[in-house]
């Protein structure tokens, strides 16, 4: 399993709302310029992550995208879910009747537990945590 580009960028263009002052809206042209992402493969991915309910996005003039719950509400694991889909090492610790091992193996409960913890270290990570912010309160 790799993360892929567009949970990386996902990642990035959060942290890049995180830091900024609570409720202020950014457009995907700020946010592309910033972090050196393409533009185009930027708004795709913001889509994915409205879907998802982690951004808002407001149109017309003055418009962006702004966090939709605060950073320190929002894990990276959650990030990389909306993009990438439930994360998992490996097929058989998603669905063990995938497995081809039916008594299940050794690998399927190394990599289960694995699996585990990396999605534990993921899902106790906030925006704020990584992105070095303190919580600013502020109603999203």
């Known amino acids: 399993m790799q993360i892929t580009r567009a949970g990386e960028y996902g990642v990035l263009g959060l942290l890049n709302l995180a830091r900024r002052e609570p409720g202020e809206v950014v457009m995907i042209d ?46 990276v694991l959650e990030v990389l879910e909306a993009i990438e889909g439930r994360l998992a090492l490996q097929r058989c610790t998603l669905d063990m009747a995938a497995c081809r091992d039916t ?19 993921l899902g106790q990570t906030t925006l704020a945590e990584l992105a070095g912010v303190e919580h600013r309160k502020e109603a999203v």
């Open 30 to 75: 700020a946010l592309s310029r910033d972090e050196g992402i393409p533009r185009s493969f930027l708004a795709k991915v913001f889509q994915q992550l409205a879907r998802a309910g982690l951004v808002r996005s407001l149109r017309g003039v003055g418009g962006g995208f702004v966090l939709a719950r605060q950073p320190d509400q929002i894990t």
């Open 103 to 121: 008594a299940g193996c050794r690998l399927c409960g190394l990599l289960g537990r694995a699996q585990d913890r990396m999605r534990d270290v």
